[in-house]
């Protein structure tokens, strides 16, 4: 059943509709939220809330975008919420060692990979929050430059330039992980 329909029937009160939008779009959503906020607890947090916005605004959305466009809109802003909310993040002097992998575990890679990701959730978090969200629905999520323009209240000539800068950013923040 398309999402428009489902939509439909959620706005009029039908739950397992909204059921089956929440299950077909959370995926994407929580990739979202955990790409922009960096914390997988704070993203399924932010995803949560912005599907219990989304139940409650159902009734006023008029369809001019997609859903899952809609959506996408609602994580964001979300997601940018809680960043400014967000108190300032710990020394690595007070995180904890981190257990132990198990014995099979390829412990060289992992940490390189760990390390990069940090590297990477590090140079994102350096980027203009505009740029951020650009990059994260354009490289993460796939999304077309004329969806982007929606969700971030821009035009497809600002989308562009945002993700020009940050494609430039990230490239140099990333430069010895080639």
């Not at 995180?95 to 990477?120: I, Y």
């Not at 203009?128 to 430059?145: F, K, N």
Request: charged share 25%.
């Amino acid at each position: 059943m398309p999402d428009r329909l489902l939509a439909v029937r959620a706005a009029e009160g039908d739950e397992d509709s909204f059921a089956v939008l929440v299950q077909r779009h959370s995926r994407s959503l929580l990739t979202l939220a955990r790409c922009m906020l960096g914390n997988p607890q704070d993203a399924e947090e932010a995803v949560q809330d912005a599907f219990v916005s989304a139940w409650r605004h159902l009734p006023e959305y008029r369809h001019r975008a997609e859903f899952h466009t809609w959506m996408y809109r609602i994580t964001v802003n979300r997601c940018q919420t809680m960043c400014h909310r967000r108190p300032p993040p710990l020394s690595l002097d007070t995180v904890a060692e981190p257990a132990a992998g198990d014995a099979w575990s390829q412990p060289a890679r992992t940490a390189e990979e760990d390390a990069a990701m940090a590297a990477l959730f590090r140079a994102l978090a350096e980027l203009d929050a505009g740029q951020r969200v650009c990059w994260i629905l354009r490289e993460v999520q796939g999304l077309p430059y004329k969806e982007i323009a929606h969700v971030t209240r821009t035009d497809e000539q600002t989308v562009r330039g945002r993700l020009f800068r940050a494609r430039r950013s990230l490239q140099e923040a990333m430069g010895s992980w080639r």
